[in-house]
């Protein structure tokens, strides 16, 4: 089992639908989830990263954790072409980032 | 600088011959990392520098590859008799604080 994982998709919704990307993870130790950006042949960008379990929102984006289970989520509310894009999850503690696979999401005009 | 700086931003290769990569982190920044991301696959951990500490090691994936750190800033990621299986995006990312690490563009290297 991987430490982090995350439906590949791909996945597509119509412009200004809310998205729902997911995350599960086996670490207990990881203190620290975020949730990356990355556009074709760019690097990943660091969205927004919360601590232990609870919600953070920022602009149309919410983060979620919720460590009894183990699960992260990401919303995007209002989506629009530009998010399309791969989005990683992570975990981390002390100097220890682990990657989810990344989720494929288009958004269709 | 504003963000993490990579170069080259594209490397060509043939098989057989030495490669170096730069990174030069956010400025103060203690901890930098470098990455490796494959066609379709997840991020792969090669190695991470923390201030004047002995860097770990445990992602490298042959003794081809090394890299070091010089004045606690640049990093130079090094692959020594490139192989074809070494083609991936190589990204270099640095921090200062837990919860957030910060990518540089990367490093696409394609080995022919």
């Known amino acids: 089992q991987k430490e982090v994982e995350q439906d590949p998709g791909p996945l597509s919704v119509p412009e200004g639908a809310i998205v729902s990307l997911n995350c599960t993870y086996s670490n207990s130790a990881f203190q620290y989830f975020m949730w990356y950006r990355q556009y074709s042949r760019k690097g990943p960008e660091l969205l927004m990263y919360t601590y232990s379990s609870g919600n953070k929102e920022d602009g149309r984006f919410t983060a979620q954790v919720d460590k009894s289970s183990k699960y992260i989520s990401l919303f995007i509310r209002d989506s629009q072409p530009s998010d399309s894009a791969t989005y990683l999850c992570a975990g981390n503690y002390g100097q220890n980032f682990v990657f989810g696979p990344g989720t494929r999401l288009s958004v269709l005009p | ?112």
């Open chain 2, 1 to 112: 600088g504003a963000g993490v700086s990579q170069s080259p931003s594209n490397k060509v290769t043939e098989k057989g011959k030495d490669v170096e990569l730069r990174c030069d982190p956010i400025s103060g920044h203690t901890a930098l990392y470098w990455y490796r991301q494959s066609l379709g696959q997840g991020l792969e951990f090669l190695i991470y520098f923390q201030g004047n500490s002995a860097p770990d090691k445990s992602g490298l994936p042959s003794d081809r590859f090394s890299a070091e750190r010089t004045g606690g800033s640049v990093s130079t990621l090094t692959i020594q008799r490139t192989q074809q299986e070494d083609s991936a995006v190589y990204l270099c990312a640095s921090n200062r604080g837990p919860g957030e690490l910060f990518f540089g563009e990367g490093s696409r290297l394609t080995v022919l």
